[in-house]
């Protein structure tokens, strides 16, 4: 209960910190982002390292913007091929509509590859194992025994972990259980063999006492086959019963549960159903529970502020995942075809500039909302810390997430300086997982990406460490001056 005395809680478009906060916070961001850097430009890929490849393979893939989308189309399509036939023709007639993006001994391979049945088949498992080999680097396992392997290599190297099972959107009953039944079933059977390890003080504490080892990201439009804000009475009865059930088995077995957030469409859905079950007298005290807020919707901040409030009345704490959002261009793309008003920033200086905000909003309120920073942006990673240290808030009171298989360089670096590093390890089947791998593929490579401009394309520090806000100052300016100055005659 909220003590009538308690201060007013303002929403973080109304009160920051202190002019002279703000400005230690942009010196030692600039200071930290440095020597973050610093290291991530040292510890470049040798030839004989899988990562190299991979690089190389990435760089030559964003070279052409017509011929990364056809390959991304190829990757998306390929769950859905069964024959070799299929999956060679589709192959052959996405990369036709790009030959001169093509280097020479690859045009002559595939002209050759087409002739006969045995060729064609040849491509095709070439090109299957590709993809597997490729969406490998980002999955962590397709059984429990891989993922737990790659768990444990984690812990070795003093990196957390949360699970995400992958799989395909669920439309009938049987598969909402299914799935239901997976995350039972990896809870009960993974989670006592996790508790054996041994303690890792710098993952396993933090300000408040023990942190549960074991750590599970949940998609809640996966309990349910009908998950449509139409219906938000049927969804609470039947997802969120199962999200009840999931937090007493989690319980039992020192579990943590954190709610992913999915597309814009889902969000207030998610959000109603987490803080509604998680008000009830049975949750009311559960601490070791989470979700996320995704920076580049417009209502961020608007939804972090709702959040706190629920989380200073409930009176427990939850964590905070802040992102920026894995769905940008789904949808930009689906509104625009609505005609709906576009929920998502559609400049990328906007979205990293919210995801600051709420950092610091975040971190200026730990008492109701628990910080984990997601973000392999530097910039955005040196922000948080540097936010941290002008706060007095010890590394142990928050954390930092990355996905499996990327920025490992950073994550190495931060877990040295004695970070708790959290991995988003999606496990499962590598062709339902395909649709996991495309979005990580347009997030590495879209021109706004901080990892291609950072990794692929050298750009120098200083311009990646801008503060948002200045960016958008100078993007301003820009465009107004190219407003004034007269029209181009001709
Ligand atoms: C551990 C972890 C868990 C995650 N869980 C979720 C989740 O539950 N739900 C979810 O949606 N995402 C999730 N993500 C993905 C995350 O939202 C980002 O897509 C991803 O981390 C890239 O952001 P960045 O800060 O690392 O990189 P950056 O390169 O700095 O940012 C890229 C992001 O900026 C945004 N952006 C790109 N172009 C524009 C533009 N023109 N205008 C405005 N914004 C733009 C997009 O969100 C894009 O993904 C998770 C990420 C991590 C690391």
């Known amino acids: 209960m909220v003590a009538a005395s ?25 200071q930290i982002g440095r020597e973050l850097f610093a290291r991530f430009r040292a510890d470049r890929a040798r030839i004989w390292q899988r990562r190299w490849w991979d690089d190389r393979i990435m760089a030559w893939a964003m070279r052409d913007e017509r011929l990364k989308v056809e390959l991304f189309r190829f990757v998306d399509v390929l769950p859905m091929l069964r024959s070799n036939e299929e999956v060679a023709g589709h192959l052959l007639e996405y990369l036709d509509r790009v030959p001169d993006a093509l280097p020479w001994w690859l045009r002559g391979l595939l002209r050759a590859s087409r002739n006969t049945r045995v060729t064609r088949a040849l491509l095709a498992r070439a090109a299957r194992l590709a993809s597997s080999d490729f969406a490998r680097r980002f999955i962590a396992g397709s059984t429990t025994e891989q993922v737990l392997r790659s768990a444990r290599r984690a812990r070795r190297q003093k990196q957390a972990f949360t699970l995400d099972i992958l799989g395909e959107a669920v439309i009938s009953e049987a598969e909402a259980e299914a799935y239901f039944r997976a995350y039972v079933d990896l809870i009960e059977n993974v989670a006592p063999t996790v508790n054996q390890w041994p303690t890792v003080e710098q993952l396993d504490q933090d300000v408040l006492g023990a942190l549960p080892r074991f750590n599970l990201s949940i998609k809640l439009s ?27 088995i989690a319980k039992e077995h020192q579990a943590f549960i954190n709610v992913d957030m999915e597309s814009f469409d889902k969000k207030d859905l998610t959000l109603h159903i987490f803080k509604t079950i998680l008000m009830e007298d049975e949750f009311r005290e559960t601490a070791d529970v989470g979700i996320v807020i995704q920076c580049y919707l417009k209502s961020a901040l608007h939804d972090l502020h709702e959040l706190a409030l629920w989380a200073r009345e409930r009176g427990t704490p939850v964590w905070v995942r802040i992102v920026k959002g894995a769905y940008w261009d789904y949808e930009t793309v689906h509104a625009r075809a609505e005609h709906w008003p576009i929920p998502v920033f559609q400049q990328k200086w ?101 990892l291609r401009a950072g990794l692929y394309e050298q750009t120098p520090v200083e311009l990646l460490l801008r503060d948002p806000l200045q960016v958008g100052k100078q993007d301003g300016n820009r465009s107004r001056s190219r407003r004034a100055s007269p029209a181009p005659r001709g």
Not at 222 to 236: N, Q, R, T, Y
Not at 415 to 442: D, K, N, S, T
């Open 6 to 30: 308690s201060p007013p809680l303002l929403p973080p478009w109304e009160a920051d910190l202190r002019p002279e906060q703000l400005a230690r916070i942009e010196e030692a961001t600039e």
């Open 222 to 248: 996966a309990l349910d086959c009908h998950f449509d804000a139409i219906d938000p009475e049927g969804v609470m009865q039947r997802a969120g019963e199962r999200f009840r059930q999931l937090l007493r």
């Open 350 to 450: 906007q979205s990293d500039a919210t995801f600051e905000r709420a950092t610091r909003y975040v971190m200026q309120h730990i008492e109701y909302l628990r910080p984990a920073l997601a973000s392999h942006n530097i910039r955005s990673i040196a922000h948080g810390l540097a936010t941290a240290q002008v706060l007095d808030l010890p590394a142990s009171g928050f954390e930092i997430q990355m996905l499996y298989g990327m920025a490992d360089v950073e994550k190495r670096a931060l877990a040295e300086r004695g970070y708790r590093v959290r991995v988003y390890m999606p496990y499962g089947e590598l062709i339902p997982g395909m649709a996991y791998l495309v979005r990580r593929l347009l997030e590495n490579t879209s021109n706004d990406s901080f």
